[in-house]
Nanobody
Framework: QVQLVESGGGLVQAGGSLSLSCATSISLFGLNAMGWYRQAPGKQRELVATFSRVGSSWYADSVKGRFTISRDYAKNTVYLQMNSLKPEDTAVYLC?????????WGQGTQVTVSS
């Protein structure tokens, strides 16, 4: 069982920045993938950014150049730095981790971007 604890999020004006963090209960080396989804009201859950076990990162087209995913192996934590935020980035952001065929989820954190 992998536990994920998110922090960060909140309310920011358009153009501003926020940072999210997600701490895991196991070493990042024990995970096949880790990253962030988001879900806005009435919309499907969308993969935003992710790391694979080999280290490559991937971003949704909608956030490329604005969001940066990073990780700290010593702290077993993954971060999402979100810059140049837009109202359409408003959503609940959920951290996820995949270990073999099992996917785990954080509790979710609200990000609201006002225009």
């Amino acid at each position: 069982q992998v536990q994920l604890v998110e922090s960060g999020g909140g309310l920011v004006q358009a153009g501003g920045s926020l940072s999210l963090s997600c701490a895991t209960s196991i070493s990042l080396f024990g995970l096949n993938a880790m990253g962030w989804y988001r879900q806005a009201p009435g919309k499907q859950r969308e993969l935003v950014a992710t790391f694979s076990r080999v280290g490559s990162s991937w971003y949704a087209d909608s956030v490329k150049g604005r969001f940066t995913i990073s990780r700290d192996y010593a702290k077993n934590t993954v971060y999402l730095q979100m810059n140049s935020l837009k109202p359409e980035d408003t959503a609940v952001y959920l951290c996820y981790a995949r270990q073999y065929d099992t996917q785990y989820w954080g509790q979710g954190t609200q990000v609201t971007v006002s225009s």
